[in-house]
């Protein structure tokens, strides 16, 4: 099919004015929120409904012409980079609250819902835990395909852990529902964060919970994150689980500070904030003890948040870290790696010695109680070579946590970005094995071609499955 | 030995400590049986990450009696599991495969939620590992799930990673009855709805009354249970209670998942259709057990019963046959699957790990 016969066909089914093609208009979607990577697709199609999506879809599939989802457009790992010669579906439009159930705990969106939205379409009893920093425009359709995280997944856990159910199209254009308690394979597990491999969700069901009764905030200031991380460790191991336990390091401290004047303190050399939460007595009976285990592990200062107000710029500091970061240097390149907690000492110390060894600024703000890190590695264009440093730096940090028996990716997606990285946690018999449950998904390799495996892979032939001969059906013979 | 049974067109019937070896369709014969038993090791128990590595056939009793001594647990409870009892002969590998589950599921999730890794032996013989041993991890494609709960149609479990949680310091259990399906549910349902973050919260019912058992765990769990049962009472239940001697209630409601005689039928549905899911089990005279915020309830009737309860559930919920005898294996099918695209996708994904049909042949949804 000639390119200006694919645009008509995706016009007709969208409607002219949301078919791009435009190389202006093209352009706007040619990197997601990893801008290091660019690149223009054949056309834009912005479908307003599942069954445009799945007839945008079918049109893909009969053309063999790739396509790939993209939602807010806000993910760190490339993993809605579009492909060359290939359409970019956004999701964009579909923005619709299908359903709120609350007796059943259960809201159904589209994918271009946010995820903040969700959470205010079942406040003031609700709400839907995940929170990556990004919330207030990310959307849940992206969420799903990168299995996103946040600050409160070391007690609450992840997307996966809150889908019940999926409307998909799968790269045939064939539409599939899959619940989480219906009978067969679990491919409602297998879709959330697939990374668009698999299809395109186009309606999410979630859990949501009620909100919990009780919120305790803190923030401690430490010499260094070494007695942070202390803290964390004694935390832990007393069986308490905060709802969030998140880290600063000095460097990361100052840009956010310079960005929020909250009152974070310039002269430690790590930050810790702890929140608890849930029935009153269990956490007015933990956060006493909390704030005792900070003061052990050597916490100089340990600031409680007094209001809802004090709380909220706490955490308007934490989240407006990355964003901070310009204040401190032009760029940065930002990793996503995962470490055992017990290890968080010794990588960070390890970070540090790679950093001074590259000549780099390394700020290291990360989810302590699960071990995801979020080493900013900064850097500027202007000077040559750095940015190519700040990679290889970026690289060495990533495999630093896989050596420790981490992963290169707690919450951001492989994409295209950390590809390169899957040899260094999975073995050849392991990508092949995940080759097979994209072949069966997608023999076409239609669905966003180029992310997750970190070589371009075929689908053989299915050998067809056994089926017995009508003579052993009919118990005449036997299969030896 | 799979590469061997796949070359020579062998067929092989997995087995961990075979609790559940009647669940699913009737088995074809295989020639080979493959036992976990031997592969029972606590490979790793990593206190300070909360972690751990289980080689398939360690036996979940066990592993929790290891990681009780560090005031730890893995927070599934399925039945035939329970540390300290005769009969806990679940394995991991074994649970993990039929995905299934106990009480705890209502906070911590079933199988799926709380495996991170997974190795696994493909039909063909070809060791593959997926996940990692760290608690949030999303590199590469997520098989643990795509393995849980698939009956060993796509291959072997070898070993699971595991996410651990700290036990509770203590537990105590609000409770409450009723004769009426309707107050019964909504008590639940008022239960699951309030922010008291409760550890387990059940339904029961038989021969025409019903109760709600909510437990709390942690450090104050019998102010929080009194809580619990005011809102049972003020919600229309009866005989409301809290105790803190509560292991043999939760042990009763797992025993009350599994059936030696009679036939099982684990029903889900939206939590909203509890009431009606407990008047089709009174209809014919069965007895429930089931997680009330998941809508997750486990039926038990006479095997002459389960068709007419199957019939008589209400529209969306879906029904689906655990313990039975044979006889009625054959009768009905036990997954109770319709044909479509999803079950297309999945015979698509059983050619690609197993192609050749290895593993515990025909036992699994659509004849797979």
Known sequence: MPASALVSRLEAICGDEYVLTHPHALATYGSDGLTQYHQTPLAVARPGTAEQVQAVVRVCFEARVPFVARGAGTGLSGGALPVAEGVLIALSRLRRILSVDLDDGAVVVEPGVTNTAISRAVSPTHFYPPDPSSQIVCSIGGNVAENSGGAHCFKYGFTTNYVTGLEVVLSDGTVVELGRDDPGYDLLGAFVGSEGTLGVATRIRLRVIPVPESVRTLVAFFEDTSAAADAVTAIVSAGIVPGAIEMMDRLSIKAAEAATHAGYRLDAGAALIVELDGPREECTARFDHVMTLCTEAGARDVRVAQSEDERALIWKTRKAAFAAMGRIAPAYYVQDGVIPRTRLSEVLGKIDELATAYGLQVANVFHAGDGNLHPLVCYDSACEGEPERAEELAGLIVKACVEAGGSITGEHGVGVDKKRYMPDMFSEPDLEAFQRLRCAFDPHGLANPGKVMPTPRLCGEVPGPYRAHPLERAGVAERF | ?368
């Open chain 2, 1 to 368: 030995m799979l590469a061997r049974a796949s070359a020579e067109g062998q067929t092989i019937r997995l087995r961990g400590g075979g609790t559940k070896l009647d669940w699913g369709a009737n088995r074809a014969e295989s020639r080979i049986e493959l036992c976990t038993g031997r592969m029972s090791r606590i490979v790793e128990h990593n206190a300070g990450d909360l972690t751990a590595v289980l080689e398939a056939g360690a036996r979940l009793a066990d592993a929790q009696e290891r990681f009780a001594s560090a005031g730890q647990m893995l927070a599934l409870d399925p039945p035939l599991a329970a540390a300290g009892s005769s009969d806990a002969a679940a394995t991991i590998g074994g649970i993990v495969a039929s995905g299934d589950s106990g009480p705890l599921r209502h906070r911590y999730g079933a199988p799926r939620d709380l495996v991170l890794g997974v190795t696994v032996a493909l039909g063909d013989g070809t060791i593959a590992q997926s996940g990692g041993k760290v608690i949030k991890n999303v590199a590469g494609y997520d098989l643990a799930k795509l393995f849980s709960g698939s009956f060993g149609t796509l291959g072997l479990i070898l070993s699971v990673n595991v996410r651990l949680h700290p036990k509770p310091a203590g537990t105590a259990t609000a409770l409450g009855s009723g004769a009426e399906p309707g107050t019964v549910a909504a008590a639940a349902l008022a239960l699951a709805a309030a922010p008291l973050e409760l550890d387990a919260l059940d339904i029961a019912w038989r021969a025409g009354r019903g109760g709600v058992l909510a437990r709390c765990g942690g450090a104050n769990p019998v102010e929080r249970s009194r809580r619990a049962a005011e809102m049972l009472g003020a919600a229309g239940l009866e005989d409301v209670d809290v105790t803190d001697e509560d292991e043999a209630l939760w042990e009763r409601q797992r025993a009350g998942q599994r059936s030696r005689e009679g036939a099982v039928v684990r029903v889900s549905a939206r939590p909203s259709m509890l009431a009606d899911v407990l008047r089709a089990a009174e209809l014919c005279g069965g007895a429930v057990v089931g997680r009330a915020a998941l809508g997750v309830s486990y039926v038990e009737v006479e095997p002459a019963e389960a068709e007419r309860l199957l019939a008589a559930l209400p529209a969306g919920a879906h029904g689906m046959l655990q313990d039975a005898p044979p006889e009625l294996r054959s009768a009905i099918d036990p997954w109770g699957v319709q044909e479509g695209p999803a079950l297309e996708l999945m015979r698509q994904v059983k050619s690609r790990f197993d192609p050749t049909g290895v593993c515990n042949p025909r036992v699994f949804v659509g004849g797979i």
